[in-house]
């Protein structure tokens, strides 16, 4: 059938096959590109592996790194009797897989809840079934609404609120193309302490202690998970409302994983990344605008990346070819170095102010935002006849 692309407010409901395979195979040339990375990582998990930065994570790892693979994620396949596609991950992991076998490369996929003991279960045996039979990277990339705890059966929710007063932002409405008053709500001290029950760092701290009692942890075991800060801009929304709080939890859990993992001469850190359109920041309010005033400007500065770009100079530059990891103040690595810089954010906030429906298309990169966004599902890709029938 042809697939078309359905577009449900921050969501594209249905996704492409070959524009997403499309996808895959350009972030592995890309990677090819720049060449081996030297003492790279030999096995990898990586828990979000199927869209954003942990496929990205993944992507660097096997045809950057030549490494064995295991990938988490969590997405839905075709229904072909109701002519539904399958998620854009499903067709994402579909092509990474392969492609790796293709070079060689061992691929396990895990598609089910990640913060459940059964599928972390299943990581490790597929971990023990790998030529290394244990991992030296776990890259921990989730972005999940919800969250049931393993042990109690509680479902808990994450909430996009700001924390102390309510706020009235500037934002984008993408599907109209229009500038818009939002208001943030404030969020109750249940929703902060459930956000961060999803988002935080607890689940991160138990996927690390599972597969440390199974003995799958090789020596030297690293382990990161992505975090983002922002410019003051967003704070209201993101790191001074309940997903800052919950990024907080991750980079303290952080520190205790990194003692953890001392026991095996490894190491666990986050990684600030940059603002980038995936189905995870499409859905909070601001960072779209914030996002495509910051496009123009970096693109503009020739100094703009992608997903497969960020990774690969995290890989490439910080954890492996002989390099340490840089820190911050804060102990944190900072590959947002680019979207932070000076120039660029008081270029955004001489934008920011200033910008309004009219004048949208001129002052900002709302098309290269609007095509990104596509993109993630597989659409507008070069070199796809949209008007052919896929196989779902
Ligand atoms: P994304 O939505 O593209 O990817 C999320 C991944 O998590 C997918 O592979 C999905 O299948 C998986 N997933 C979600 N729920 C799951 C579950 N219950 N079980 C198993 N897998 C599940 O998101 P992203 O933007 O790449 O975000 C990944 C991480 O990077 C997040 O921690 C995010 O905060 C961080 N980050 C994102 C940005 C950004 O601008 N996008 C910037 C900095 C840091």
């Given at each position: ?31 090819k ?31 950057g ?17 109701k002519?539904r596609?399958?998620?854009?991950g ?52 989730l ?26 932002d ?19 001290e ?5 956000t ?53 939890n ?11 993992l ?15 359109v ?22 503009e ?72 966004f ?19």
């Open positions: 059938m042809v697939v078309e692309p359905k577009v449900k407010g921050f969501l594209c409901v249905t996704a492409h096959p070959e524009g997403c395979a499309a996808n895959v195979r350009e972030q592995i040339e890309y990677v590109g720049k060449g081996p990375i030297k003492n790279g990582a030999k096995s990898v998990l990586v828990i979000g592996s199927s869209t954003g930065y942990g496929l990205a994570s993944r992507i660097v790892s096997a045809f790194c030549g490494a064995s693979t295991v990938g988490v994620f969590f997405e839905r396949p075709a229904d072909a009797a002519g596609p399958a998620s854009a499903w067709y994402n992991t579909a092509e990474f897989t392969k492609q790796a076998e293709a070079a060689g490369l061992y691929a396990a996929n895990i598609n089910g809840d990640a913060f459940s003991d059964e599928i972390k279960r299943q990581a490790i045996d597929a971990i023990r079934k790998s030529p290394a039979g244990k991992v030296d990277l776990v890259v921990y990339s972005a999940s609404p919800r969250r049931t705890d393993p042990k109690t059966g509680e479902v808990y929710k994450s909430v996009l609120k700001t924390i102390g007063e309510e706020r009235e500037k934002s984008l409405d993408t599907d109209k193309g229009q500038i818009v008053t939002v208001k943030v709500p404030v969020a109750s249940k929703e902060i302490a459930d961060v029950k999803v988002m935080g760092g607890e689940d991160w701290e138990l996927w690390i202690k599972s597969l440390d009692e199974a003995g799958v942890l090789a020596e030297g075991c690293t382990s990161v998970a992505y975090s983002y800060i922002g410019p003051e801009l967003t704070y209201p929304i993101y790191r001074s409302g309940t997903i800052g709080m919950a990024k907080k991750l980079e303290e859990a952080a520190q205790r994983i990194d003692g953890a001392k026991m095996h001469r490894g190491k666990a850190f986050i990684s600030v990344n940059k603002a980038l995936t189905q995870a920041s499409s859905a909070i309010p601001v960072v779209p605008l914030y996002i495509s005033i910051l496009y123009k400007i970096m693109k500065k020739g100094v703009h990346e992608d997903c497969i770009m960020q990774i690969e100079r995290l890989f490439s530059t910080q954890l492996y070819n002989d390099n340490c990891l840089e820190f911050d103040d804060n102990g944190l690595v900072r590959i947002d170095d680019l979207e932070l810089r000076p120039d660029i954010q008081k270029a955004v906030e001489a934008v920011w102010p200033e910008v309004s429906t009219e004048n949208l298309n001129e002052l900002t990169d709302f098309d290269g935002y609007k095509s990104e596509m993109k993630l599902f597989g659409f507008g890709v070069k070199g796809i006849d949209y008007t052919k029938d896929s196989t779902l």
